[in-house]
């Protein structure tokens, strides 16, 4: 579905766009208008912190619903989700621990730049970000400056989706 049949083209430095270690993203089809992510290139894949996963099936394709607490260091504020589950894998955490995950494939935007990508569904309520974009996430689109943050702007004081800035 977002898969391109054209091989994928390496952006050059020069017309990569300038990102800080933590950036504004959006999830629209997921109705996250705005969510703080850490842009993270020791991690492979992307994280979205989740609670509640349950796996579905709807006429025949394998769905999973899913809330999300969008403030960070709360939980007081829940948005749902339903995505069709796109894979299922073993992801190592940063502190070297297991766990099985599911898989969903959905448009990131960010800096006015819309892709697909894939997010691993894990609760990341203990963790400063309800967010990570993992290297395969940015797909060379950016140049990263990790001493500087929000590179692409603030959101405003409150969203829609409940983020705060």
């Known amino acids: 579905m977002f898969r391109s049949t054209h ?29 703080k992510a850490k842009i993270d290139t020791g991690a492979r894949t992307s994280a979205l912190h989740a609670f509640m996963v349950e796996p579905f099936e709807e006429q025949g394709r394998k769905r999973v619903r899913f809330g999300i607490h969008p403030f960070q260091r709360r939980v007081d504020r829940e948005i749902y989700c339903v995505a069709d589950v796109h894979d299922q894998r073993w992801v190592s955490d940063s502190g070297g621990h297991r766990e099985q995950r599911i898989v969903i494939l959905t448009p990131l935007r960010m800096g006015g730049v819309e892709w697909p990508i894939e997010l691993t569904l894990t609760n990341r309520d203990t963790m400063r970000f309800r967010m990570l974009l993992g290297r395969t996430g ?17 959101a405003s004081k409150r969203s829609p989706s409940g983020a705060e800035s």
Do not use: C, T
């Open 7 to 35: 091989p994928r083209k390496q952006n050059s430095v020069e017309s990569r766009i300038q990102i800080g270690w933590r950036e504004w993203v959006a999830l629209p089809e997921l109705g996250i208008s705005a969510l």
């Open 138 to 154: 940015m797909q060379d689109r950016f140049e990263i400056h990790p001493d500087r943050s929000y590179l692409l702007g603030k």
